[in-house]
């Protein structure tokens, strides 16, 4: 809205300078010279102004629909990290999904990817503490999907054999009704999966 304020006063601005210069050029002109040759350059500045006016116009129009259809739309904010539960031993990776959009959004489901991997990990298995999939959410409402104890050894398992050895392009997907909304991994946790699967490759090969 402060970006459509702030075009219609620029378009308010222009056509009173406009004014004020076509007033000031028809005052200190003779009648001659501003018949002849003020009176065309002014219309045609006129014009000028006029479309760029309508212009504008359209332009906020368009601005506003599209800032409305995003208003009207499901979104849905994602967290992934480690989190730590009351009478639960160690810690535990969790996906937190808030709804921040005005249509309710429907979660079916969970995966960590990579653009260098040709499949992806689809989390079947949650805590038994989990929220449940699938899940309907309305506006506010969060979910948290906790997933099983040590699934950073699948996520290891996972970088060794589908992404060369190397976690920096992971990603974390939550499906919903409408859409799918893909985040970067937090770099501290890329860092901790990498850590996880260097140190399985080095027990895999002396292991043989």
Same mark, same amino acid.
């Given at each position: 809205?402060?970006?459509?304020?702030?075009?219609?006063?620029?378009?308010?601005?222009?056509?009173? %300078?406009?004014?004020?210069?076509?007033?000031?050029?028809?005052?200190?002109?003779?009648?001659?010279?501003?018949?002849?040759?003020?009176?065309?350059? %002014?219309?045609?500045?006129?014009?000028?102004?006029?479309?760029?006016?309508?212009?504008?116009?359209?332009?906020?129009?368009?601005?506003?629909?599209?800032?409305?259809?995003?208003?009207?739309?499901?979104?849905?904010?994602?967290?992934?990290?480690?989190?730590?539960?009351?009478?639960?031993?160690?810690?535990?990776?969790?996906?937190?999904?808030?709804?921040?959009?005005?249509?309710?959004?429907?979660?079916?489901?969970?995966?960590?990817?990579?653009?260098?991997?040709?499949?992806?990990?689809?989390?079947?298995?949650?805590?038994?503490?989990?929220?449940?999939?699938?899940?309907?959410?309305?506006?506010?409402?969060?979910?948290?999907?906790?997933?099983?104890?040590?699934?950073?050894?699948?996520?290891?398992?996972?970088?060794?054999?589908?992404?060369?050895?190397?976690?920096?392009? %992971?990603? %974390?997907?939550?499906?919903?009704?409408?859409?799918?909304?893909?985040?970067?991994?937090?770099?501290?946790?890329?860092?901790?999966?990498?850590?996880?699967?260097?140190?399985?490759?080095?027990?895999?090969?002396?292991?043989?």
């Amino acid at each position: 809205m402060e970006k459509a304020l702030i075009l219609i006063c620029a378009g308010l601005l222009i056509s009173i %300078l406009s004014f004020a210069l076509g007033v000031t050029a028809g005052v200190s002109t003779s009648y001659e010279y501003f018949t002849e040759t003020l009176v065309p350059i %002014l219309s045609m500045l006129g014009n000028w102004v006029a479309g760029l006016g309508a212009l504008g116009a359209v332009l906020v129009a368009l601005w506003l629909a599209e800032k409305q259809k995003l208003d009207d739309s499901e979104n849905l904010k994602v967290n992934f990290g480690f989190v730590i539960i009351s009478g639960q031993k160690g810690h535990l990776l969790s996906v937190r999904v808030v709804s921040n959009g005005k249509r309710p959004s429907t979660v079916s489901g969970v995966s960590i990817s990579s653009p260098d991997a040709s499949t992806s990990i689809f989390i079947a298995n949650y805590h038994h503490l989990s929220s449940q999939i699938p899940i309907s959410l309305g506006y506010g409402a969060q979910a948290n999907f906790i997933l099983t104890y040590n699934f950073e050894n699948e996520i290891a398992s996972y970088i060794n054999k589908w992404c060369t050895g190397s976690a920096n392009k %992971l990603e %974390l997907i939550v499906f919903s009704s409408l859409k799918n909304y893909t985040i970067k991994i937090d770099k501290e946790l890329i860092e901790n999966f990498q850590k996880l699967a260097e140190k399985q490759k080095q027990a895999s090969l002396e292991s043989r």
